[in-house]
């Protein structure tokens, strides 16, 4: 049986006792649960030895309320707990000082999804180097990384840091956020007190989640676009749709589980796809399909689609699963047979305003290049990501923690 690192905690009174008279502040959102579907706050403020003063919310809010990116949460007083809650995606994305002096030790409990570009391992970036400068002490509450121990795409280049970019990473970077703060730390060159509360029983390789206990754990959403483990193993790939002019499905039951426009020539991309790069399809099935969005890009209109499914276990391998290929391939199939396609959407991503938002998300524009070079092949995007993939390999292996 799996514990994550917050049951383990509750379970353990010898794993709290160096919190014993020490102001305790959580960093959490709406899958920060137990075992039994408990949020953490409520949790952790049952315990008679938890002395806790503040909790903290990351983008889409400590309630997961915010449904689309920069939607900002604003400050609150819990109404049950009268404790403060702090928003670290509103008026600022870094704890400030008042709020660093709220607590002495910050217990972060948050639900990953393996990507780069998911900003909760951003905020524990942030939290990691102002703990470094005000004296205080994190402690990562461990959870899975639900897609797994798999590595995939170019390495962050120097200068394309954001908030979606929080450092030389590859889009699945393959660690769990325990496993991240270290690099962090080691990385940044920090001095903080850092420790993880690690899990129990965890299985990245295991069928049939490889990387989420799916027979012993609930899935609930980390974020308003995240809800099943279905767009986990995709979102490497499909989180670049929100740098183009394509619909990523928010506003349908399947976000980041497809993709597509209005008139779309969307089976022609498939076969195309399949014919281009034949081991870039592989480990999934691709699934024409329609689709009219309630809200977001082509909201009302309807759409022609590409449904990508890895939860068939018949047809997903997760070995074989590259999900930054595969929708790096669509895009390359698009310009192809649409050449003047308004692929690439420019607009304001993440409070950045003068990087188009493929570039911001792939950490460089290298993506982009190879998909709107009519020359350029498979085999060039093999040569910048694969040797960054097999230098990635080595750089995380000291800090694998299970």
Same mark, same amino acid.
């Given at each position: ?5 917050? *049951? ?9 006792? %160096?919190?014993?008279?020490? @102001? ?10 137990? @075992?039994? /579907? ?36 604003? *400050?609150? /007083? *819990?109404?049950?707990?009268? &404790? !403060? ?29 393996? $990507? @780069?570009? =998911? ?38 280049? !120097? ?15 393959? /660690? ?56 986990? @193993?995709? =979102? ?21 589980? /497809?993709?597509?426009? !209005?008139?779309?020539?969307? #089976?022609? &991309? ?13 480990? $999934?099935?691709?699934?024409? $399909?329609?689709?009219? !969005? ?8 309807? $759409? ?18 590259? %999900? +930054? #290929? ?22 304001? =991503? ?10 911001? &998300? ?7 290049? +190879?998909?709107? *070079? ?27 923690? =299970?």
């Amino acid at each position: 049986m799996i514990q994550f690192g917050l *049951d383990r905690l509750l379970a353990d009174p010898a794993l709290r006792r %160096p919190l014993a008279g020490r @102001r305790v502040a959580l960093l959490a959102h709406p899958a920060s649960l137990t @075992r039994d /579907l408990t949020h953490a706050l409520d949790a952790l403020a049952a315990l008679p030895d938890i002395q806790l003063s503040a909790a903290f919310g990351p983008q889409h809010g400590l309630r997961g309320d915010k449904q689309d990116n920069m939607v900002e949460s604003e *400050d609150f /007083l *819990d109404p049950r707990l009268g &404790i !403060p809650v702090f928003s670290l995606y509103g008026e600022v994305r870094r704890p400030t000082a008042r709020m660093m002096d709220s607590f002495d030790v910050l217990l972060v409990d948050l639900q990953d999804l393996g $990507c @780069r570009i =998911y900003t909760f391992i951003t905020t524990l970036r942030y939290v990691l180097e102002a703990a470094a400068r005000h004296g205080k002490e994190v402690w990562v509450l461990d959870r899975p990384n639900p897609a797994g121990r798999p590595v995939e795409g170019n390495l962050l280049r !120097p200068g394309w840091e954001s908030f979606v970019g929080a450092g030389p990473l590859p889009m699945r970077h393959g /660690l769990t956020m325990g496993e991240l703060g270290h690099w962090f730390i080691q990385t940044l060159g920090l001095t903080v007190e850092y420790r993880v509360i690690e899990m129990a029983g965890w299985a990245p390789d295991a069928a049939p989640g490889y990387g989420w206990p799916m027979a012993e754990r609930s899935w609930v959403n980390p974020s308003p676009n995240a809800p099943n483990v279905s767009m986990a @193993r995709a =979102y490497a790939g499909t989180v670049m749709l929100e740098g183009t002019t394509l619909s990523e499905g928010r506003g349908t039951t399947r976000p980041l589980e /497809l993709f597509g426009a !209005p008139d779309l020539p969307t #089976r022609d &991309i498939i076969t195309g796809m399949q014919a281009l790069a034949p081991a870039w399809v592989q480990g $999934c099935r691709l699934r024409e $399909c329609w689709f009219e !969005p309630t809200f977001h890009k082509h909201a009302r209109q309807l $759409c022609t689609g590409v449904q990508i499914h890895v939860e068939d276990p018949t047809h997903y391998d997760h070995a074989a699963f590259r %999900p +930054w #290929r595969l929708q790096a391939l669509a895009f390359k199939l698009i310009r192809q047979l649409r050449p003047d396609y308004p692929l690439w959407r420019d607009f304001p =991503y993440e409070y950045e305003n003068d990087r188009l938002a493929i570039d911001l &998300i792939n950490g460089a524009p290298l993506l982009r290049e +190879w998909v709107d *070079d009519a020359a350029a092949t498979p085999a060039d995007l093999e040569a910048f990501a694969a040797p960054d993939e097999a230098a990635w390999e080595e750089i995380r292996r000291p800090f694998l923690l =299970y």
